[in-house]
């Protein structure tokens, strides 16, 4: 039986993905910063663990009691959605302690074991306003444009060792807390040039059709592909306009 490790468990895509390999006979490790035993069904194959990204004495205590893993699923992360002018430095930092550092300590955690077994498989979720840029998200696609960039670095040093990487890029989810957790952290609130800007992309989301945006059980699925399939391709976008967003970046491209 194999194991996965996943970050962010207590809602949205950490929590989808923990089902969905639970429900194909893996053994998960679903970790959260305040553990929750109620949100995932009861099951012999199931450990929750308390884990914090920013912290390094926590990844330590996490990945010593999680014991040997198979997978790794960086799904941890918040989210800020604010002009760059109105966001505060200490916010920016925060987006990247989680989104950006937490992803490299997590990986690096694991990786003394994956190493000296020769096997072992690091699925990055990142997003797809990587591919195509959205208003009012500067800070927040940095922080998760430099893991595709770290991830797609990492895999040529880990080749070698039979360990592989991959990146799950999903779409705009709005049945996921990523609203509720950029409202918290805007602390100053949208500065009063930027309003129609705002105005405009609330807009403009609040009309997107309900098959034109990312459902958890999307990403679950890419994430199972990802830690399943050697011959998927580096980047796999999950949810439909993530889809339509890197056909349109690769036509690009090519034209």
Not at 160 to 189: C, D
Request: hydrophobic residues 50%; contains cysteine.
């Amino acid at each position: 039986m194999k194991t996965v490790l996943i970050t962010g468990c207590s809602t949205g895509f950490g929590l989808e993905i923990a089902r969905y390999f639970l429900d194909r006979d893996w053994s998960v490790i679903a970790t959260m910063r305040k553990p929750r035993e109620d949100v995932l069904p009861r099951s012999e194959r199931l450990t929750i663990l308390p884990l914090d990204v920013t912290s390094a004495a926590s990844i330590a205590a996490c990945v010593a009691a999680a014991g040997p893993v198979d997978v790794l699923v960086n799904n941890a992360g918040v989210g800020l959605l604010n002009a760059l002018e109105g966001t505060p430095m200490e916010a920016v930092r925060t987006v990247f302690e989680t989104n950006t550092f937490g992803v490299m300590a997590m990986t690096q955690a694991v990786l003394p074991e994956f190493r000296a077994r020769k096997a072992g498989v690091i699925v990055n979720v990142t997003s797809g306003v990587t591919v195509k840029p959205l208003h009012l998200l500067s800070v927040y696609t940095a922080s998760k444009a430099a893991v595709n960039a770290f991830s797609e670095s990492v895999a040529l040093e880990l080749e070698p060792f039979g360990v592989r990487v991959r990146v799950v890029l999903p779409g705009r989810a709005p049945e996921t807390a990523f609203g509720q957790n950029a409202r918290a952290l805007m602390s100053t609130g949208i500065p009063e040039a930027y309003a129609e800007i705002a105005e405009g992309v609330f807009a403009k989301w609040g009309k997107q059709p309900v098959d034109e945006v990312t459902h958890a059980v999307d990403v679950a699925e890419a994430v199972w592909r990802a830690a399943t399939d050697p011959s998927c391709p580096m980047r796999l976008p999950a949810g439909a306009d993530a889809v339509a967003a890197m056909a349109a970046a690769a036509g690009s491209v090519l034209a």
